[in-house]
């Protein structure tokens, strides 16, 4: 694929900077459109900044049954809330920690960490599999990209009116 063909599918596909993606790829070899299309659908998984709705859904399901997992999260929300604290910040709260998940889940992809000496060679990594499962390359250093898929653009900055 040439560089212009590929920034293009960048561009529909919803990457920032669509040529430095495509570029990239082509010069450096990055396999960029696979980085881009799993940070991209991880992202899908975030609380979005402008959906609310999954408190009430969460609070609900808490009062429905109290003992049953993830019933802490509706019981705090309702707390929250109950003390002055607004969808946006509790969205912002979540968001925001959802998204340092990704990161240390990417990074964590890239390098495991200090492990005891009997596991110390241990890696792991996520690939690209073709319709067999056979691996065709590597997708490493997902970490350095997290922050630039973030969908609003803003890097996981604050909204305009909430820095400070």
Not at 118 to 125: P, Q, T
């Amino acid at each position: 694929m040439e560089q212009k063909e590929l920034a293009e599918l960048f561009g529909k596909l919803g990457a920032p900077d669509p040529e430095v993606w495509a570029r990239s790829q082509l010069e450096e070899g990055i396999p960029q459109l696979a980085r881009f299309l799993f940070l991209r659908q991880a992202w899908r998984q975030i609380v979005n900044e402008g959906d609310s709705s999954w408190i009430d859904s969460s609070i609900e399901r808490a009062e429905k049954n109290p003992i049953k997992p993830y019933a802490g999260v509706g019981l705090a929300l309702k707390k929250l809330r109950a003390r002055g604290a607004t969808d946006e910040e509790i969205v912002d709260v979540v968001r925001g920690m959802q998204a340092q998940l990704l990161f240390s889940f990417c990074y964590l992809l890239w390098d495991p960490g200090e492990l005891e000496p009997e596991v110390a060679d241990m890696n792991w990594a996520l690939a690209q599999v073709n319709d067999d499962g056979e691996v065709l390359g590597g997708i490493g250093s997902l970490h350095e990209s997290v922050l630039r898929t973030d969908p609003t653009g803003r890097e996981m900055r604050p909204r305009s009116g909430n820095a400070g």
